[in-house]
């Protein structure tokens, strides 16, 4: 993916990205503090918020290869089971029950895969939204924060799953955070930014 002279601005945010190769296949950091553009620039990837000015180049991905979780995730009003396996259903996919009951497993849904997803707790609406945006392997995942506000296991777990799945299928991960500490392991490439730009 390739980003040349893309601007946007929203309140006190003036995101400009000069120009930004985002290589394929790579884990990428984004990091910096809060309200530097970080979440605007996820948001116009996603093409969520349109740009006031510039170029993304996608480079051959459609939006359906790519997909984003939120750091206060937006659930459908069904059961846990059926948050999850939503991506597939909209794209045609098969449905493999047995690889979707052993993510739920590993990540403690299965118990609740019945329980309506608005009564959830918050860390379990990100691990629903992290199976939900995985399920379907997408070439590309945008995070926002979505590490941010998990316990320690659920934060390691979160990692062993990224790196994991990026190794099988060599997918495009773009992580927000405005930690560093913790985080720097996890990426092969970090762009660092602050007030709107990467410095």
């Given amino acids: 993916m390739r980003i040349t002279e893309l601007r946007k601005k929203i ?13 394929s296949g ?12 970080k979440t605007t620039l996820l948001k116009l990837i996603m093409g969520i918020t349109e740009p006031d000015s510039g170029h993304i ?13 939120s750091q206060r995730p937006y ?12 991506p597939l259903k909209i794209r045609g996919m098969k ?30 609406r990100q691990k629903l939204s992290f199976l939900r945006a995985m399920v379907f392997r997408p070439k590309m995942i ?13 934060e390691k777990l979160f990692k062993e799953m990224i790196i994991e799945r990026h190794k099988e299928d060599g997918s495009t991960w ?15 490439s ?5 007030k709107g730009r990467i410095v």
């Fill in 26 to 37: 790579l884990i990428h950091g984004f990091v910096g503090p809060n309200g530097c553009g």
């Fill in 142 to 154: 945008l995070m926002d924060e979505t590490l941010s506000n998990l316990d320690q296991d659920s």
């Fill in 190 to 194: 970090v762009h660092h930014m602050e």
């Fill in 11 to 23: 309140g006190k945010t003036d995101l400009y990205i000069d120009d930004l190769k985002i290589e």
């Fill in 57 to 69: 180049d996608y480079e051959g991905l459609k939006p359906s290869d790519i997909t984003m979780m």
């Fill in 95 to 124: 449905i493999d029950r047995n690889e979707i009951d052993g993510l739920m497993e590993r990540t403690g849904l299965l118990q609740i895969r019945d329980q309506y997803a608005g009564s959830l707790s918050s860390g379990e």
């Fill in 75 to 86: 659930l459908m009003h069904a059961n846990v089971y059926d948050n999850i396996i939503y």
């Fill in 174 to 188: 773009l992580i927000v955070s405005h930690q560093w500490d913790g985080m720097n392991e996890l990426f092969d």
